[in-house]
């Protein structure tokens, strides 16, 4: 079983759909939690950062982290084509100058 | 704030010869980078952490004497690829911690390098 557990996707919504990207793990010592977004041949680009459990809100993107359940999840509101990308959830557990273990990411296509 | 650059953003070179990439925190100290690797459609895979004054700290099955890691200030990292094969390409990202930023406890990553060996 890997540490971190992440839909593949593709997921392929209409503009202005709400999106809901998630991952599950398995360590119950991870501690930070962030949402990175990728463009093609780019590198990953910080969404979200979250320690702990609790919901964090920055404009459109939501994220939110249930350690009980060991389930993260980022949430897109009024999606737009520019949000096509693929998103990658990652986690520590003691924060950045610590080993980050990534999921495989989902692909996300919005499409207009 | 906390930019990072790499360069070269790619490079094409032939199998047994050597590879240096840099990796730059423009707007913050960083006393320590990552560098991962990323093959196409899977996610990066920590290869080495690099220490500021200090011997990197490689991931088991990364080879050390392969992958050079220099981490001599505290805005550059550099990552040679000696004596490339073709199985060596991939797309090779750095990442730098913000030791004095607002945010500490999360990497900023670099645009990345993507290296073809032929």
């Known amino acids: 079983q890997k540490e971190v557990e992440q839909d593949p996707g593709p997921l392929s919504v209409p503009e202005g759909a709400i999106v809901s990207l998630n991952c599950t793990y398995s360590?119950?010592?991870?501690?930070?939690f962030m949402w990175y977004r990728q463009y093609s041949r780019k590198g990953p680009e910080l969404l979200m950062y979250t320690y702990s459990s609790g919901n964090k809100e920055d404009g459109r993107f939501t994220a939110q982290v249930d350690k009980s359940s060991k389930y993260i999840s980022l949430f897109i509101r009024d999606s737009q084509p520019s949000d096509s990308a693929t998103y990658l959830c990652a986690m520590t557990l003691k924060g950045g100058y610590q080993k980050v273990t990534f999921g495989t990411g989902t692909k996300l296509q919005v499409i207009p | 704030g906390a930019v990072v650059s790499q360069h070269p953003s790619r490079v094409i070179c032939k199998s047994g010869t050597s590879v240096k990439i840099e990796c730059r925190s423009l707007d913050f100290q960083a006393t320590t980078m990552f560098w991962y690797r990323q093959f196409p459609k899977q996610s990066l895979m920590l290869m080495a952490t690099s220490n500021e004054g200090s011997k990197a700290t490689y991931e088991q099955g990364v080879e050390k004497d392969k992958f050079l890691i220099n981490h001599a200030s505290l805005t550059l990292s550099t990552l040679t690829v000696t004596s490339a094969h073709p199985e060596d390409s991939s797309f090779y990202i750095c990442?730098?911690?913000?030791?004095?930023?607002?945010?500490?406890?999360?990497?900023?990553f670099g645009p990345g390098t993507r290296l073809l060996v032929l």
């Open positions: 990442s730098a911690v913000d030791k004095t930023g607002a945010v500490q406890e999360t990497q900023y």
């Open positions: 360590n119950s010592a991870f501690q930070y």
